[in-house]
């Protein structure tokens, strides 16, 4: 059995409605999703949530309203197929490799298999030690590309886990 996890975050938009048709189509044919904050509106957690059900799992974001605060945490800690994954969306900015850096130590004593987090922008997919670290990159299209490519990262779980960054265009 392998699980298939999508994974989006940073979608700064208004409505579900202006997530990408290509993102949707991930994420309807996932079995779990995972958002790693910053919605901006309550309606795209609304709606991921209509989607997904139970399967899905996100945390707020420093953009996000109280609405969404109310709704998700800040750190979650989940459990798909035995591997335990955390997820966060970091306050706080700086190049990569500092909030990395931050990230690793906000789950250093839980014993993590993977841990998702946004923030940057930065789509990765990298190991440190036996610990994978997961950003999906920015979850918006935009019409000038100044900033990074639109990205979401898609898990594969069943004994092992494998990963890939897939460029999100329409």
């Known amino acids: 059995m392998t699980v298939k996890i999508v994974i989006l975050g940073d979608t700064h938009i208004r409505n579900i409605k202006e997530l990408p048709q290509d993102m949707l189509n991930e994420i309807k044919e996932s079995d779990w999703v995972i958002h790693v904050g910053d919605y901006v509106s309550i309606d795209v957690l609304d ?44 306050v706080s900015g700086g ?41 999906p990159g920015k979850g918006y299209l935009e019409t000038n590309y100044f900033d990074p490519r639109t990205t979401i990262a898609i898990l594969n779980i069943n004994k092992k886990i494998q990963g890939k960054l897939k460029e999100i265009k329409t």
């Open 47 to 90: 709606g991921l949530i209509t989607l997904k059900g139970d399967r899905f799992k996100g945390v707020y974001g420093n953009a996000d309203p109280k609405s969404i605060r109310n709704k998700v945490k800040s750190k979650e800690i989940i459990e798909i197929l035995g591997k335990k994954i955390g997820i966060t969306h970091p």
């Open 95 to 135: 190049p990569s490799e500092n909030v990395e850096s931050q990230v690793l130590k906000e789950f250093i004593n839980e014993n993590v298999d993977i841990i998702i987090y946004g923030h940057t922008h930065d789509a990765k997919i990298s190991k440190k030690g036996n610990t994978w670290l997961v950003n």
